[in-house]
């Protein structure tokens, strides 16, 4: 027979997706402390615009982390909070073009990617395990990830 977990599903495949989650807040946490800088350091032509941006797309990243890391607990584990296990396991790494308007949307966009596909997996993987909570979060999050790549790049395009 299964194990089940309080909220009943499958204990192995809630572990799995924990462990999924784990490394999906490691990463949204680094894009975070980049968003972070991007706002506290743009200037320029576009500082006023990116400025607002960039504050709006942090502030959206920390609802995100808060979100991942309660669903990881309601799966019944614990989350990280360690900020150097999050530089280890990180796909996406700490910034150094803060201050550069073009720079820091391109990595915008490329962050995005990296979450875009790991939550594609976390989606795959919460279909596998009936977990419909976890499979509504990610799809929420990648509706919204979708046209903010697109937003980006067409910002770009200017």
């Known amino acids: 027979m299964k194990s089940l977990n309080s909220i009943g ?3 192995e495949k809630s572990k799995k997706l924990t462990d999924l989650l ?6 949204y946490s680094i894009f975070y402390q980049n968003a972070r800088g991007y706002h506290w350091n743009i200037h320029g032509d576009d500082f006023f615009v990116l400025h607002q941006k960039f504050e709006e797309l942090y502030n959206n990243l920390l609802v995100k982390i808060d979100e991942i890391a309660e669903r990881i607990l309601t799966l019944g584990n614990k989350p990280s909070h360690q900020f150097s296990k999050y530089l280890m396991d990180s796909n996406i790494k700490e910034s150094s073009q803060v201050s550069n308007g073009q720079k820091s949307i391109e990595e915008i966009i490329k962050s995005l990617d990296t979450l875009l596909v790991k939550q594609r ?5 919460s279909e596998d395990a009936d977990d419909s ?3 509504a979060l990610m799809s929420d999050y990648i509706r919204e990830q979708e046209k903010l790549v697109w937003m980006y790049s067409a910002y770009l395009k200017v």
């Open 9 to 11: 599903l499958d204990t």
């Open 22 to 27: 784990g490394d999906l807040l490691s990463n």
């Open 121 to 125: 997996l976390i989606l795959k993987t």
């Open 133 to 135: 909570g976890t499979n």
